[in-house]
Protein backbone atom coordinates (compact mmCIF):
# COMPACT_ATOMS: atom_id res chain seq x y z
CA UNK A 1 0.00 0.00 0.00
CA UNK A 2 1.13 3.23 -0.80
CA UNK A 3 2.70 5.88 1.43
CA UNK A 4 1.86 9.29 1.85
CA UNK A 5 3.29 12.09 3.75
CA UNK A 6 0.96 14.98 3.56
CA UNK A 7 2.51 18.37 4.81
CA UNK A 8 4.66 17.01 7.82
CA UNK A 9 6.20 20.14 10.15
CA UNK A 10 8.32 18.97 12.94
CA UNK A 11 10.20 20.92 15.56
CA UNK A 12 13.02 19.95 18.29
CA UNK A 13 13.11 22.58 21.12
CA UNK A 14 14.17 25.67 19.01
CA UNK A 15 14.98 24.01 16.03
CA UNK A 16 12.19 23.80 13.06
CA UNK A 17 13.53 20.89 11.05
CA UNK A 18 10.51 19.60 8.29
CA UNK A 19 8.26 22.14 7.62
CA UNK A 20 5.34 20.77 5.69
CA UNK A 21 7.32 17.88 3.82
CA UNK A 22 4.93 15.90 0.89
CA UNK A 23 5.79 12.69 -0.44
CA UNK A 24 4.24 9.72 -1.88
CA UNK A 25 5.87 6.27 -2.85
CA UNK A 26 4.05 3.78 -4.30
CA UNK A 27 4.47 0.04 -3.48
CA UNK A 28 7.26 -1.76 -4.68
CA UNK A 29 8.93 1.33 -5.24
CA UNK A 30 12.45 2.64 -3.57
CA UNK A 31 12.53 6.38 -3.50
CA UNK A 32 16.47 7.21 -2.44
CA UNK A 33 16.30 10.65 -0.24
CA UNK A 34 19.78 12.56 -0.28
CA UNK A 35 20.40 15.33 2.01
CA UNK A 36 22.65 17.37 3.81
CA UNK A 37 23.94 16.02 7.34
CA UNK A 38 21.37 17.57 10.19
CA UNK A 39 18.96 18.27 7.27
CA UNK A 40 16.27 15.97 8.83
CA UNK A 41 16.40 13.06 7.14
CA UNK A 42 16.63 10.75 10.08
CA UNK A 43 13.90 12.51 11.70
CA UNK A 44 11.30 12.15 9.16
CA UNK A 45 12.46 8.07 9.02
CA UNK A 46 11.44 8.49 12.79
CA UNK A 47 8.21 10.01 12.04
CA UNK A 48 7.26 7.17 9.46
CA UNK A 49 8.19 4.73 11.70
CA UNK A 50 6.23 6.33 14.72
CA UNK A 51 8.68 7.26 17.28
CA UNK A 52 8.31 10.72 16.76
CA UNK A 53 4.97 12.88 16.19
CA UNK A 54 4.80 15.34 14.07
CA UNK A 55 3.90 18.76 15.05
CA UNK A 56 1.30 19.01 11.83
CA UNK A 57 0.47 16.70 8.75
CA UNK A 58 -0.82 12.87 8.30
CA UNK A 59 1.29 9.68 7.83
CA UNK A 60 -1.42 7.42 5.28
CA UNK A 61 -0.41 4.66 4.65
CA UNK A 62 -2.98 2.85 1.95
CA UNK A 63 -5.88 4.31 3.14
CA UNK A 64 -5.17 4.00 6.75
CA UNK A 65 -4.27 7.41 8.59
CA UNK A 66 -1.22 6.27 11.11
CA UNK A 67 -0.21 9.46 12.28
CA UNK A 68 -1.33 8.93 15.85
CA UNK A 69 -0.64 4.42 16.06
CA UNK A 70 2.80 3.21 18.12
CA UNK A 71 5.15 1.54 15.94
CA UNK A 72 4.54 -1.94 16.94
CA UNK A 73 1.04 -1.48 15.19
CA UNK A 74 2.16 0.27 12.45
CA UNK A 75 4.19 -3.02 10.51
CA UNK A 76 7.34 -0.63 9.50
CA UNK A 77 10.74 -2.21 9.02
CA UNK A 78 13.01 0.22 10.54
CA UNK A 79 16.62 -0.01 10.68
CA UNK A 80 17.99 3.10 12.18
CA UNK A 81 21.26 4.90 10.98
CA UNK A 82 22.54 3.47 14.68
CA UNK A 83 21.23 0.35 14.88
CA UNK A 84 20.82 -1.31 18.10
CA UNK A 85 20.15 -5.05 18.51
CA UNK A 86 19.02 -6.93 21.81
CA UNK A 87 22.21 -7.83 23.24
CA UNK A 88 21.20 -10.79 25.56
CA UNK A 89 19.74 -12.61 21.79
CA UNK A 90 22.00 -14.51 19.39
CA UNK A 91 22.42 -13.35 15.66
CA UNK A 92 19.55 -15.61 14.58
CA UNK A 93 17.55 -15.02 17.53
CA UNK A 94 17.64 -11.62 16.60
CA UNK A 95 16.59 -12.21 12.79
CA UNK A 96 14.00 -14.20 14.00
CA UNK A 97 12.20 -11.61 16.51
CA UNK A 98 9.21 -10.81 14.62
CA UNK A 99 8.62 -14.84 14.65
CA UNK A 100 6.83 -14.12 18.02
CA UNK A 101 4.66 -11.69 15.91
CA UNK A 102 4.12 -14.57 13.48
CA UNK A 103 5.44 -12.68 10.51
CA UNK A 104 8.26 -13.81 8.56
CA UNK A 105 8.68 -17.64 6.89
CA UNK A 106 12.10 -20.20 6.48
CA UNK A 107 12.50 -19.35 3.01
CA UNK A 108 12.62 -15.52 3.57
CA UNK A 109 15.03 -16.43 6.74
CA UNK A 110 17.51 -18.44 4.33
CA UNK A 111 17.24 -15.76 1.79
CA UNK A 112 18.09 -13.16 4.07
CA UNK A 113 20.98 -15.02 6.12
CA UNK A 114 22.33 -16.22 2.71
CA UNK A 115 22.44 -12.51 1.23
CA UNK A 116 23.71 -10.85 3.74
CA UNK A 117 25.84 -13.66 4.19
CA UNK A 118 25.19 -14.30 8.06
CA UNK A 119 25.90 -17.90 8.48
CA UNK A 120 28.48 -18.02 10.14
CA UNK A 121 27.64 -15.76 12.86
CA UNK A 122 24.27 -16.81 13.43
CA UNK A 123 25.18 -18.04 17.13
CA UNK A 124 27.24 -15.30 18.06
CA UNK A 125 26.24 -12.42 20.27
CA UNK A 126 25.94 -8.80 18.97
CA UNK A 127 28.99 -7.74 21.33
CA UNK A 128 30.83 -10.10 19.35
CA UNK A 129 29.90 -8.93 15.88
CA UNK A 130 31.97 -6.58 13.83
CA UNK A 131 29.92 -3.13 13.01
CA UNK A 132 29.18 -3.91 9.61
CA UNK A 133 28.07 -7.29 10.47
CA UNK A 134 25.87 -5.90 12.84
CA UNK A 135 24.21 -3.59 10.46
CA UNK A 136 23.43 -6.88 8.22
CA UNK A 137 21.66 -8.65 11.07
CA UNK A 138 19.88 -5.32 12.09
CA UNK A 139 18.63 -4.92 8.15
CA UNK A 140 17.83 -8.91 8.30
CA UNK A 141 15.93 -8.83 11.12
CA UNK A 142 13.75 -5.50 9.89
CA UNK A 143 13.26 -7.16 6.36
CA UNK A 144 12.35 -10.61 8.49
CA UNK A 145 8.65 -8.93 9.57
CA UNK A 146 8.00 -8.47 6.34
CA UNK A 147 7.28 -5.44 6.57
CA UNK A 148 4.25 -3.31 4.65
CA UNK A 149 6.59 -0.30 4.56
CA UNK A 150 10.52 -0.47 5.29
CA UNK A 151 12.49 2.52 6.42
CA UNK A 152 16.25 2.38 5.47
CA UNK A 153 18.32 4.71 7.15
CA UNK A 154 22.22 4.60 6.02
CA UNK A 155 21.70 0.66 6.33
CA UNK A 156 25.21 0.23 4.23
CA UNK A 157 27.38 2.98 5.62
CA UNK A 158 29.00 0.21 7.45
CA UNK A 159 29.26 -2.40 4.82
CA UNK A 160 32.69 -2.46 3.16
CA UNK A 161 32.78 -2.04 -0.55
CA UNK A 162 33.18 -5.44 -2.02
CA UNK A 163 30.19 -6.72 0.37
CA UNK A 164 28.31 -3.56 -0.70
CA UNK A 165 28.69 -4.36 -4.37
CA UNK A 166 27.26 -8.10 -3.70
CA UNK A 167 24.47 -7.24 -1.16
CA UNK A 168 23.15 -3.30 -3.25
CA UNK A 169 21.69 -5.57 -6.30
CA UNK A 170 20.33 -8.40 -3.77
CA UNK A 171 18.74 -5.72 -1.24
CA UNK A 172 16.86 -4.28 -4.41
CA UNK A 173 15.78 -7.93 -5.69
CA UNK A 174 14.51 -8.57 -1.65
CA UNK A 175 13.20 -4.85 -1.48
CA UNK A 176 10.97 -5.35 -4.73
CA UNK A 177 9.75 -9.21 -4.21
CA UNK A 178 7.81 -7.32 -0.61
CA UNK A 179 6.58 -4.96 -2.92
CA UNK A 180 6.44 -2.48 -0.57
CA UNK A 181 7.25 1.43 -0.21
CA UNK A 182 10.94 1.81 0.43
CA UNK A 183 12.52 5.26 2.11
CA UNK A 184 16.28 4.67 1.37
CA UNK A 185 18.36 7.56 3.09
CA UNK A 186 22.06 7.26 1.40
CA UNK A 187 25.03 9.30 0.74
CA UNK A 188 26.28 7.15 -1.79
CA UNK A 189 25.46 8.09 -5.37
CA UNK A 190 27.10 4.71 -6.32
CA UNK A 191 24.53 2.91 -3.99
CA UNK A 192 21.54 5.58 -4.80
CA UNK A 193 21.95 5.04 -8.58
CA UNK A 194 21.63 1.13 -8.11
CA UNK A 195 19.55 0.89 -5.38
CA UNK A 196 16.53 3.96 -6.60
CA UNK A 197 13.34 3.88 -8.35
CA UNK A 198 13.22 7.14 -7.92
CA UNK A 199 14.74 10.11 -5.66
CA UNK A 200 14.73 13.19 -3.51
CA UNK A 201 16.59 15.89 -1.62
CA UNK A 202 15.81 17.27 1.50
CA UNK A 203 16.36 20.97 1.61
CA UNK A 204 15.35 23.65 3.86
CA UNK A 205 12.87 21.27 5.76
CA UNK A 206 11.13 19.83 2.57
CA UNK A 207 11.95 17.22 -0.20
CA UNK A 208 12.51 18.45 -3.58
CA UNK A 209 11.86 15.34 -6.39
CA UNK A 210 14.56 15.14 -8.88
CA UNK A 211 14.73 12.89 -11.94
CA UNK A 212 18.40 11.09 -11.08
CA UNK A 213 21.56 10.81 -9.09
CA UNK A 214 22.74 13.82 -11.02
CA UNK A 215 19.92 15.96 -10.60
CA UNK A 216 20.33 15.06 -7.02
CA UNK A 217 23.75 16.03 -6.65
CA UNK A 218 23.45 19.12 -8.40
CA UNK A 219 20.45 20.93 -5.57
CA UNK A 220 23.13 19.58 -2.91
CA UNK A 221 25.66 21.49 -4.65
CA UNK A 222 23.47 24.36 -4.51
CA UNK A 223 22.03 24.10 -1.22
CA UNK A 224 18.38 24.03 -3.33
CA UNK A 225 18.78 27.49 -3.77
CA UNK A 226 16.62 27.10 -7.24
CA UNK A 227 14.02 24.74 -6.12
CA UNK A 228 13.08 25.36 -2.28
CA UNK A 229 13.79 28.50 -1.29
CA UNK A 230 12.26 29.19 2.12
N1 LIG B 1 16.85 14.41 19.75
C1 LIG B 1 17.14 15.60 19.22
N2 LIG B 1 17.04 16.73 19.95
C2 LIG B 1 17.32 17.94 19.43
N3 LIG B 1 17.72 18.14 18.16
C3 LIG B 1 17.86 17.06 17.39
C4 LIG B 1 17.58 15.72 17.86
N4 LIG B 1 17.80 14.85 16.86
C5 LIG B 1 18.20 15.59 15.80
N5 LIG B 1 18.23 16.91 16.11
C6 LIG B 1 18.59 18.00 15.19
O1 LIG B 1 17.65 18.00 14.10
C7 LIG B 1 18.32 18.25 12.87
C8 LIG B 1 18.03 17.11 11.90
O2 LIG B 1 18.64 15.92 12.39
P1 LIG B 1 18.56 14.54 11.59
O3 LIG B 1 19.21 13.53 12.44
O4 LIG B 1 17.15 14.30 11.19
O5 LIG B 1 19.43 14.89 10.30
P2 LIG B 1 19.92 13.93 9.10
O6 LIG B 1 19.44 14.56 7.84
O7 LIG B 1 19.52 12.55 9.37
O8 LIG B 1 21.52 14.09 9.17
P3 LIG B 1 22.71 13.02 8.89
O9 LIG B 1 22.94 13.04 7.40
O10 LIG B 1 23.87 13.63 9.62
O11 LIG B 1 22.30 11.70 9.43
C9 LIG B 1 19.79 18.43 13.21
O12 LIG B 1 20.03 19.81 13.31
C10 LIG B 1 19.94 17.79 14.56
O13 LIG B 1 20.95 18.39 15.31
MG1 LIG C 1 20.54 10.82 9.70
Redesign the pocket.
Known sequence: MPLKLEGIRFA??G?E?LKGVETEVDDGEIRVVF??????????LKIVAGLLTPHDGRVVVGDRDVTHLPPERRNVGYVP?DPSLFPHLTVEENIRYSERHGRGGEELFERLVDMLDLEDHLDLKPSELSGGYATRVALARALFSEPEVVLL??PLSDVDLAAKAEIVPEMREVLKDFGAPTLY?T?DPWEAERMGDTFEV?VNGRTVRVSDVEEALEVLRTGGAEVARG
Open positions: YPRVGPNGSGKSTLQDEVHM
